[in-house]
Structures are given as C-alpha cells and as structure tokens.
C-alpha cells in the first residue's frame, strides 16, 4: 500500500475508534458529486453524522509529506468542501501547518488536525510487544474406510453429504482452527501434532458412478513451527492545532497472523481513558471459515 494511503488508513481508523457514536458512519474513501461540474470528486475520508432532526457531513483530508501544510493546499480544500457541499471540513497533516495556513484554515471554518509520531509517551511503558506465530510445515492425512478403495484415490471426490467438496484449503483451515486451540509453546521450534477429526456426513463420492463410501475415520500428522519475534509499537501524537490541545496518544503495531495482517491500536485520552482496538487488514475467505468437524475432535500430542 503506498505512503499517502497507509496514512489516510490510519487516520480513518483513529476517527473511527474516537468516534463513540453509533450515529456516525465512516467511508473512505468516497466520492461526492461537485455541484458545479456534476463531476464525482474524491474525499479521502467522509463521516455521515445523521439522526431524526438534521445530518452533517464532514470531509477529512489526508496529508503525508515532506512539508507543513500551506496556504494553497487550505484553499484548495475550502473550495473542494464548498463544491462537494460539504458541511465540515478537516485537514489532518503529519508534518503539521504553517502558521498562515492555520490562519487561512480557522477564517474558513476548516480544522487543522496534525498526527504526528513521537519517539515516547509517558503513560506507554514498552516499545515493543512479543508476538508468537504458528506454521504450518507439513501435513499427512488418513482417510479411512470400512472397505478398501477398489480405484485409484484420483477417482474419487472427498465430499460431504451436502454437496461441498472438500478442499485442501478447507483440510488446512481446519488444522489451523485446531492449532490456535493449542496452548502456545513457550520457545520457537518444531512441533508435531496429531488430530483425529469426527468423519460423520463424509465420503468418498466415485466419479463415474456417484456412489458414495462413507469414511470412517480422519486422522491428520501435523509438522509446525511456532516463532518468537517482537514487532516494535509506533507511537503517535494526535493534536488540533488550531486550539493547541491534545486530541489522543497512539500506540499502533502490526504483524502477520496466518494470511491475515493484525493491527492492534491503542489510545489514549488524559479525560477519557484508553482504549485498545484489534483491526484485522485483512481476512482470506478460506482462514477458519469452513469447518470440517463440528464435534467429536481428538487431540494427541506426540
């Protein structure tokens, strides 16, 4: 993901979690159309506020440059707000405001936000936080049957009674699901594990005459490895500079869990608390999604 849009991410998620109000909905990014050339113009972040009386609309830009904000950029963003009909404008920066800028901003009504990283928090006592992983590195399944397979496995369908073929994804999902029910090793290393799944409503389906076998028993050799590493947290102020006060700190960190990357966000507000959010960056479709047991399930460590 570039830069710029890494930063508009985390801004739209900081607001998000700042929010506190079912009334507000979030969209980022999302294009609006211009009352003068009806053409549809990208705002990086749009929160909807609406309830039975009135909605406001507030537009917040993004910046992630080498340099503060200016002049032009403030009255490129007024007129961009005035033409999109937007009732509430707001610049967030990473390398802050010229002072005439912030002057421009405050005759115009627009907000002049900076987020800013910090090398310390005083109220955040680690930098760093231990993460442990598990991968998988080899599997071995046994599917056994009351009688031999008279054909070659190739001629087989692995299926359950309600249609669904049985992948190797959902097989690895499975083994995953079982993994994090594991207690977590305390060193990094190789592992082996053994699990006996409950086989009920699942054949051998024959592809040229479509009998079915019934399978008796599942039974999966597993090789994994569990790793250690510690991902550092990236600390944050998050500030209006118009009235010179503090909104929030942020401490933010990611790392790969799976085919998922994690971010874990935590902020806090001297008034209000702290408050910590987990945000999956994304979610593949076959990560603990389709469930090949559901009771029964055996574990034997060797």
Known sequence: ????????????????????????????????????????????????????????????????????IGVNQIESFFSKCNDTQIDQGIMVSAKGFYNTAIKKAKSYGIGCFNLEQVSSLDWMKINKMKVYTRNIIHSEWSLNTENLLEKDIKEYNFIHKGGTLISNDILISNIQRKLQALPIETSSGKYEVQFQFNSNNLFFQDKSN?????????????????????????????????????????????????????????????????????????????????????KGDKTIDR
């Open 1 to 68: 993901m570039k830069k710029g849009k890494t930063f508009e991410k985390l801004v739209a998620q900081l607001e998000k979690s700042l929010s506190g109000s079912k009334s507000i909905t979030f969209k980022a990014p999302e294009k609006l159309r211009d009352k003068v050339t009806g053409q549809l113009r990208e705002h990086d972040i749009i929160l909807y506020y609406e309830n039975k009386h009135h909605s406001f609309k507030i537009a917040i830009e993004c910046r992630d440059r080498s340099r503060p």
């Open 210 to 294: 479509n009998e079915f076998i019934p399978i008796n028993n599942i039974i999966a050799d597993i090789t994994y490895e569990t790793l250690c590493e510690y991902v550092p947290f990236n600390l944050f102020k998050y500030s209006d500079k118009q009235k010179d006060q503090n909104i929030t700190d942020l401490a933010i960190t990611e790392f790969k869990l799976g085919k998922s990357n994690i971010k874990i966000m935590i902020t806090q507000d001297e008034n209000k608390g702290g408050k910590i959010l987990i945000i999956p960056e994304k979610i593949t479709s076959n990560t603990y999604s389709t469930r090949l047991l559901e």
